[in-house]
């Protein structure tokens, strides 16, 4: 059973600064990817950030600049930088974790979800 327990969420003012952590356990691939996700009130959950074991990372458009991933593999735990945060960066954050267990088939776990709000 794979658990993944995320922290660091809150209430913050438009322009301000956020760092989520997400801690993950059990039993999964070393070789994994882990991200964020999120979702806003009324719409669909989308990725926000993800980065491999390897350190690569990518990011949604949105949070270019102004949000950084970070992972610290023997700890198992994905960190998540936000500053220069918008008033539409609200919403739930829920940590990913991904691992490939054959050609073309993958296993997701999730977290129950932080949340994230921004004030104007």
């Known amino acids: 059973q794979v658990q993944l327990v995320e922290s660091g969420g809150g209430l913050v003012q438009a322009g301000g600064s956020l760092g989520l952590s997400c801690a993950a356990s059990?039993?999964?691939?070393?070789?994994?990817?882990m991200g964020w996700f999120r979702q806003a009130p009324g719409k669909q959950r989308e990725p926000v950030a993800r980065?491999?074991?390897?350190?690569?990372?990518n990011y949604a458009d949105s949070v270019k600049g102004r949000f950084t991933i970070s992972r610290d593999n023997a700890k198992n735990t994905v960190y998540l930088q936000m500053n220069s945060l918008k008033a539409e960066d609200t919403g739930i954050y829920y940590c990913?974790?991904?691992?490939?267990?054959?050609?073309?088939?993958?296993?997701?776990?999730w977290g129950q979800g932080t949340q994230v709000t921004i004030s104007s």
């Open positions: 980065i491999t074991g390897g350190g690569s990372t």
């Open positions: 059990g039993r999964f691939d070393s070789i994994n990817t």
């Open positions: 990913n974790l991904e691992e490939r267990v054959g050609p073309g088939r993958f296993n997701a776990y």
